[in-house]
C-alpha cells in the first residue's frame, strides 16, 4: 500500500517570502501526484496534479510541483506568498497500475501567512 | 464551486444513533468516493462506488455502509454512532475509473456526536 508524509506540519510566512512545501510519498510504482489545498472553512481544492510528462508541473494561483521520481518526492512551491494562501495543504497519491483511483492523502501543512 | 453538493452541511447526534449523508457528483461523473477528515486519522478514504456498484473500499467501519443509486447520488450510512465517529465527511466524484482521473470534492458535512 502507499503512504505520503508531509514533513512540515505548521509553517508560518511573512508575505513575499517563498514556499516550499515537502511531499514524499512510498509506493513501488507509478503513480498520480496531487497537491489539494483546504481553506479555512472550506472543501478542497486541487491546486495542481502530475500524471506524467515534464515533472514541472504549473496549478492555479501562482503554484508548482516538481515531480523527482528518484527521490519520490512531489514538493510544492509558490515564489511569494499572500496572506489569502493561508490554508491547510495536502498532498495526495493514487498508483496507475491498479485499479484502485482512491486517493491516499498526507497529514497535511497547516500555511499561515502574516501580513 | 466543485459541482459537487452534500447535505446536510452539519449533523448533530447522539451515540448509538444512525444517520444518512448525501452526495450528488458533479454532472456527468460516475465514481464517488467517501472520505473522512478526523483529526487524529487525518484525511481517510471510505468507500468508492462506480455507476451503481461497489469498486473499493478503504478503513471503512463495519458500522458504515454506503450506496450510489441509478440517478448516481449516493448515500453514506452512520450506524451505532460512537464519539470517535464525530469528523468531517466529503464526497468527491470522478468521471472515469481509468488511470488519469481527478477527484472533485464536495463541501463536507461535519458530523458531530454527542
Known amino acids: 500500500a502507499q503512504s505520503v508524509s508531509q514533513h512540515n506540519h505548521h509553517v508560518i510566512l511573512s508575505e513575499a517570502a517563498s514556499l516550499e512545501l515537502g511531499c514524499n510519498y512510498s509506493?513501488?510504482?507509478?503513480?498520480?501526484l496531487f497537491w489539494y489545498v483546504q481553506y479555512p472553512g472550506q472543501h478542497l481544492q486541487l491546486l495542481l496534479k502530475y500524471f506524467s510528462g515534464d515533472p514541472l508541473v504549473k496549478g492555479i494561483k501562482g503554484f508548482e510541483a516538481e515531480f523527482i521520481k528518484s527521490k519520490f518526492s512531489f514538493n510544492l512551491r509558490k515564489p511569494s506568498v499572500q496572506w489569502s494562501d493561508t490554508a491547510e495543504y495536502f498532498c495526495?497519491?493514487?498508483?496507475?497500475?491498479?485499479?484502485?483511483?482512491?486517493?491516499?492523502f498526507g497529514s497535511g501543512t497547516r500555511l499561515q501567512v502574516q501580513p | 464551486d466543485s459541482g459537487v453538493t452534500q447535505t446536510p452541511k452539519h449533523l448533530i447526534t447522539a451515540t448509538g444513533q444512525r444517520v444518512t449523508l448525501r452526495c450528488s457528483p458533479r454532472?456527468?461523473?460516475?465514481?464517488v468516493y467517501w472520505y473522512q477528515q478526523s483529526l487524529d486519522q487525518g484525511l481517510q478514504f471510505l468507500i468508492q462506488?462506480?455507476?451503481?456498484?461497489?469498486?473499493a473500499k478503504g478503513n471503512i467501519l463495519e458500522r458504515f455502509s454506503a450506496q450510489q443509486f441509478p440517478d448516481l447520488h449516493s448515500e453514506l450510512n452512520l450506524s451505532s454512532l460512537e464519539l470517535g465517529d464525530s469528523a468531517l465527511y466529503f464526497c468527491?466524484?470522478?468521471?472515469?475509473?481509468?488511470?488519469?482521473?481527478?477527484?472533485?470534492f464536495g463541501p463536507g458535512t461535519r458530523l458531530t456526536v454527542l
Open positions: 462506488y462506480y455507476n451503481g456498484e461497489e469498486r
Open positions: 509506493y513501488g510504482g507509478t503513480v498520480n
Open positions: 495526495a497519491v493514487n498508483p496507475r497500475d491498479t485499479g484502485r483511483r482512491a486517493l491516499t
Open positions: 468527491a466524484s470522478s468521471r472515469f475509473v481509468g488511470s488519469n482521473n481527478e477527484q472533485f
Open positions: 454532472s456527468g461523473d460516475l465514481s
